[in-house]
């Protein structure tokens, strides 16, 4: 396990932030990303039933685990407006969530199926769809301070798992540490201050179907963090 230091004059969990850097959502029609935002608007008015906005956390902020992904996916959180609800990834990440006792209830791919999160938040380090699956650098930095402020919000936080890399680096930034200090690898853990980082390959349907991640590989990650928060 790595231990990370902090950049200077960087925000940390647990120290105040602030007010103004408190917000952990954006407006619906935010226009940081003029490219994210321009995607936005043309999936609204090709499927005006669907949610096309950031989406926002779910579960309670009193969490001592946060989930960290890359980005709402076009027909998943995109569609639903609940983080991974709705595609392929969801239905991994959910059934190992509820399998170590972090969300209640039953799955069904919809934002009103019932279920519930246990002692654990979901969050991305993108928060609006990008084509592709793929933000760009200054997209992940536009969004960042959403998710350092939903982070800073949390007084309870102890474990964070990042889905791929660019979870990884956005919340090691987010959380104000040097990210060359921690390399992203599946299975590795990091000590960020009261903070234990867990890296995971993404539950993505790419990455499961070539067997980049196995449902045992991922299962194994979220036991890690039971057996730690008990
Ligand atoms: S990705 Fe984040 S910063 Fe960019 S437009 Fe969407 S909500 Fe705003």
Redesign the pocket.
Known sequence: MTTISRIENEPVSGQPLPAALLRTD??RN????PR??GF?KAARAREPEWFNS?VPSFGDGDARLLIVGL?PGLQGANRTGRPFTGDFAGDLLYATLLEYRFAKGVYQARPDDGLTLVDCRISNA???V?PQNK?LPA?IG??R??LAATIATMPRLRAIVALGRVAHESTLKALGLRAAAAPFGHGAIHQAGAVKLYDSYHCSRYNTNTRVLTPEMFRNVFAKVRADLG
């Open positions: 954006p407006d935010c226009p940081l990303c994210l935002a936005r950031p980005a993108v928060r609006c990008p933000p997209e536009s969004c301070p959403f």
